[in-house]
């Protein structure tokens, strides 16, 4: 990635003007979503004002833990990796698909997807920026489109904020993935300590800040921009390995590190709830009391519950070793024979949010560090139990 954040094109934005920001984007018909504080902790909801946003707020991460603390700085995003993901806005939780009525001439059936609204995300870090490229690997660039993702994203502006700090849980670094942003937003934010750098990525961008009449940003504010990003980097100090993992995973299925792990698992499903690129779903047929109308809804499912691999009769996998193998072998691994992409962005959620803390950057490097190499897969993943 680009070590600058801020090009010779940026505008400057002061701190006092980011209302005008969101009043343009209002105007333009979005609603805007972004990062406030809720139940102790920072979360991605609708706001109308800049006063709604964290200001003065900052986080501290570790496996199992998260800390909201106010601080003096009177920055809006000096915070790390959400537990909420921008996820359920493109995905969300629950989706009613499509629905059937009986009348007197019969059973009359219609979908259920109605027009998306228009959104605009405000405050999207690199690794969710990532995170939404995966998703939109899987579900908009193959042969079979989700239409209510597909709806979704057409509907939706980012803009991105670059990073200025890390957690101790961050490793986007590892992966690629950041911090820097450098390509999927409409408009891209720098934050110092005066206000932000910023520049725009696609043509809705450029026509809503033209709206704002900004001037360039001079070249100290392009320094300060560029350091918030450099200060980012050097602060984070989790390294992941990545190396080879798609071989050393698929060739270690029996290794006896699967089975340590499930001793402290709780099969929780905490790590994929809040995994911005995990996808798993189920479908249900919900009915009213007298049966006369039927809803077919959608909503997030996870490998780790045991009803998950129900099929055939039986429970494939049907303890907590084989459900968190499966989990880290498909994140890590079987995503690259299916979308030639990791299914992994280094955000951390999945180790701070884990109710026991296990980190699975700790996990890959055990079996790296004493391998148990089996026979070759050849196209088969091996035992599931």
Not at 157 to 169: E, R, Y
Not at 192 to 198: H, M, Q, Y
Not at 231 to 254: C, I, P, S, W, Y
Request: net charge negative; aromatic share 8%.
């Amino acid at each position: 990635m680009s070590t600058d954040s801020c090009s010779d094109n940026s505008k400057w934005l002061p701190r006092e003007q980011l209302q005008d920001l969101i009043a343009v984007l209002q105007q333009a018909g979005y609603e805007v979503i972004g990062p406030r504080v809720r139940d102790g902790a920072i979360v991605y909801d609708p706001i109308d004002d800049a006063s709604q946003l964290p200001t003065g707020w900052n986080d501290t991460q570790a496996p199992a833990l998260y800390r909201l603390e106010p601080d003096s700085h009177g920055r809006q995003f000096f915070f790390n990796a959400s537990p909420d993901s921008w996820k359920k806005y493109l995905y969300p939780a629950r989706q009613e698909l499509s629905g059937a009525r009986l009348t007197a001439a019969g059973w009359e059936f219609a979908t259920a997807v109605t027009e998306p609204p228009k959104r605009a995300l405000l405050g999207v870090r690199a690794c969710d920026l990532a995170a939404i490229a995966v998703q939109d690997r899987v579900f908009l660039n193959d042969d079979y489109v989700d239409p209510v993702y597909a709806g979704r994203r057409e509907a939706t502006l980012i803009i991105a904020v670059q990073c200025s700090t890390a957690a101790a849980t961050c490793f986007c670094t590892s992966m690629g993935t950041g911090p820097e942003c450098d390509a999927g937003f409409d408009i891209l934010l720098t934050e110092t300590d005066d206000g932000f750098c910023l520049e725009t990525g696609s043509d809705a961008g450029q026509r809503l800040i033209a709206a704002m009449d900004l001037r360039p940003a001079d070249s100290d504010q392009q320094s300060s921009a560029a350091r918030e990003v450099e200060q980012a980097r050097e602060a984070v100090t989790k390294h992941f390995n990545n190396q080879g993992v798609h071989d050393l995973l698929l060739q270690n299925l029996q290794h006896p590190r699967w089975s340590e792990v499930a001793q402290r698992c709780l099969s929780c499903t905490n790590c994929t709830m809040v995994c911005p690129t995990c996808f798993c779903s189920t479908v249900e047929e919900v009915s009213d009391l007298d049966q006369t109308e039927v809803t077919r809804v959608r909503q997030w499912d996870s490998c780790f519950n045991v009803d998950f691999s129900y099929t055939a009769g039986g429970v494939i996998r049907n303890d907590i070793r084989s459900r968190y193998r499966q989990w880290l072998t498909h994140k890590l691994a079987t995503w690259y024979d299916q979308f030639d992409t990791s299914g992994c962005v280094g955000c951390g959620r999945c180790i701070t949010w884990c109710p026991v803390g296990i980190d699975l950057t700790e996990e890959v490097a055990a079996i790296r560090d004493n391998p148990q190499t089996e026979l070759p897969i050849d196209g088969d993943h091996g035992p599931q139990k």
